[in-house]
């Protein structure tokens, strides 16, 4: 199993429409989780970050997260074409020294059209 | 803004070069990562260091080496580049929490192409 799960996709979406990604992970002592944006040929971006379950909002974005179900997402309300990119989970290792290293999903292509 | 920056945006070197991937970050960071991305495979991290001349493996560390002398640079260096380390190098930072709350943060990535 692998420790971050996301669906790849494609998930097309139209634009004006609620985009909703989701994450699984298997390290139940994982305490933070984020989410980065990719565009094409450029780095990961952070967007969001969550620590406790329930809900944060930030503009369009909301990230979800349930511990007892091991399970994050993201929705994207009013998705728009400058949303398409790949979107990155990640979640922290627990443990030991593992202070900061993180444990990447493959990733989610989002495409948003017109 | 944090601010992470790497040498080199473009790469292309002979099999057998040495090779050095430089990354600078402005944000007193402790934590400092280099990644590998590959089409497939995803982000896979080679090497970590949380402290100034303190590094510790990633997943992937055969064929690369590490060096920080100072906190805010961190060098990736291939010691005999071969065909198989072509490939997109991310370096990223972050701050070092017991917590977990470690928001890492990107430069703009290495393309290096070994020829």
């Known amino acids: 199993q692998k420790e971050v799960e996301q669906n790849s996709g494609p998930l097309s979406v139209p634009e004006g429409a609620i985009a909703s990604l989701n994450c699984t992970y298997s390290d139940r002592g994982s305490q933070s989780f984020f989410w980065y944006r990719q565009y094409s040929g450029k780095s990961p971006e952070l967007i969001m970050s969550i620590y406790s379950n329930g809900d944060k909002e930030d503009g369009r974005f909301t990230a979800q997260l349930n511990k007892a179900s091991q399970y994050v997402s993201l929705l994207i309300r009013d998705s728009q074409p400058s949303d398409s990119a790949t979107y990155l989970c990640?979640?922290?290792?627990?443990?030991?020294?593992?202070?900061?290293?993180?444990?990447f999903g493959q990733g989610t292509i989002l495409t948003v059209h017109p | 803004d944090v601010k992470v920056t790497q040498s080199s945006r473009y790469l292309v070197k002979r099999t057998g070069e040495k090779v050095f991937l430089e990354c600078v970050q402005d944000?007193?960071?402790?934590?400092m990562f280099w990644y590998r991305q590959d089409p497939g495979l995803g982000l896979r991290l080679i090497y970590f260091s949380y402290d100034v001349k303190m590094k510790e493996k990633g997943d992937i560390p055969e064929g690369y080496s590490v060096s920080r002398e100072k906190k805010e640079r961190f060098s990736l260096i291939l010691e005999s580049a071969s065909t198989n380390q072509t490939s997109m190098y991310l370096c990223?930072?972050?701050?070092?929490?017991?917590?977990?709350?470690?928001?890492?943060?990107f430069g703009p990535g290495t393309r290096l192409t070994v020829l």
């Open positions: 990640a979640v922290n290792r627990a443990g030991g020294t593992s202070y900061g290293k993180l444990t």
């Open positions: 944000m007193d960071h402790e934590n």
């Open positions: 990223a930072s972050s701050h070092r929490l017991a917590g977990g709350y470690n928001e890492q943060f």
